[in-house]
């Protein structure tokens, strides 16, 4: 593993030995939820191409050192918000650990790589809450699958107003875990919460500039005008009854012409690797927003002001191939005091939804375990 000395700023890069070095820390404990239901495991869709499970693909994984209960709460709207919180088994009686808000990918649901993360955090020691964002999963909000980042944000912002209730948790120590979309949301939420003591992010996507600019900012301002213009005429269609039109997510099936990144995403949203249908939907909508509302995401800018986080400490991880890094380097590049930002050598973007060989969760657990002390 290389890395520079401990200075308020800070780059790393993991090398694969690294990777291996950072093995998973086990601990545990006694749940203290009031409930004892356990959250069902998720079944890969059958009839399903079982993907690429190589480099220790594990989106389902579960693990007998932690409890998990489905828990359901109100946000600041009074939306009811679904998710998942994960206690170690063996912590002790009477204790409040650390804990942390984990964020699915942008058009995921919690059952996809929230889990995954939550569980591995729980087993170091971590309570941990993985959260279904508004409008997606079983959180409410209509149409399913609207864009709505304010109220996405609110999600983090509520999901720490509910960790702050549990006997099991320290109020005072709780960070934020966003992957992929989630990174960009867990960002705008600390911003003006400052009861969110430590924020990472884990292939983060800047929904906003995406939505604006594309990837290597390959939308022109022509492009932008035509897809505004676009879902400004599905809103007309839809004010008078018509059918709702979706628009980006996952593409079905591959061709030919599919390019590099439909075929990285088709492998875990289109196979038994990671595929998830929630109750309600149906597989033609997973992932796939609506199209008259994706456009609120160009007035979304959540890298501004992100250096009044400062001095609350930020880590953004992303992979060496990742498509998406030019998204983390913005964000550490602008963000203030007390930062740092790890390559993954290897690893693309989609990789660190559930690569378990390749996902530094021990870096993970020694940053929130520094900064959540």
Not at 28 to 52: E, F, N, Q
Not at 105 to 113: D, F, N, R, T
């Amino acid at each position: 593993m290389h890395t520079t000395p401990p200075t308020p700023h800070r780059w790393a890069r993991i090398t694969g030995a690294g990777i291996a070095a950072l093995a998973v820390l086990a601990a545990s404990a006694c749940s203290g939820t009031d409930t004892t239901t356990a959250v069902a495991p998720v079944t890969p869709i059958a009839g399903l191409a079982s993907g690429d499970l190589s480099r220790g693909a594990d989106n389902f994984y579960t693990s007998d050192q932690v409890t998990s209960t489905p828990v359901k709460f109100k946000n600041q709207y009074q939306m009811e918000v679904t998710g998942n919180l994960f206690v170690p088994k063996n912590l002790a009686p009477d204790t409040r650990a650390a804990a942390m808000v984990v964020g699915h990918p942008m058009g995921a649901v919690k059952e996809q790589s929230a889990n995954l993360y939550a569980t591995k955090m729980a087993e170091q020691g971590f309570v941990t809450l993985a959260l279904d964002t508004a409008f997606w999963g079983g959180s409410a909000g209509e149409p399913r699958n609207a864009v709505a980042p304010d109220i996405y944000t609110e999600t983090f912002n509520a999901g720490v107003d509910y960790l702050r209730t549990q006997d099991t948790v320290d109020p005072e120590r709780i960070g934020a875990l966003g992957i992929c979309g989630s990174g960009s949301f867990v960002i705008s939420a600390a911003k003006i919460d400052p009861r969110i003591k430590a924020v990472a992010t884990v292939s983060m996507y800047d929904m906003g500039a995406a939505n604006r600019d594309g990837l290597d900012h390959s939308v022109t301002a022509e492009q932008r005008q035509q897809i505004i213009a676009r879902a400004a005429a599905q809103r007309d269609i839809e004010f008078r009854g018509g059918p709702v039109e979706y628009t980006g997510g996952t593409v079905h099936e591959l061709t030919p012409e599919s390019t590099p990144i439909e075929r990285e995403f088709y492998d875990f949203y289109r196979t038994q690797r990671g595929a998830v249908t929630p109750e309600g939907a149906t597989p033609d909508t997973t992932t796939h927003p609506t199209l008259s509302s994706n456009t609120k995401f160009m007035n979304f800018y959540p890298f501004n002001d992100i250096e009044t986080i400062s001095p609350r400490p930020m880590l953004f991880i992303t992979g060496e191939n990742a498509h998406s890094r030019e998204f983390s380097e913005e964000a550490y590049r602008l963000a203030g005091e007390r930062k740092e930002l790890v390559i993954v050598p290897g690893a693309g973007h989609v990789d660190l939804y559930d690569r378990t060989g390749l996902i530094p969760f021990a870096k993970l657990a020694s940053f929130y375990s520094q900064n959540l002390a």
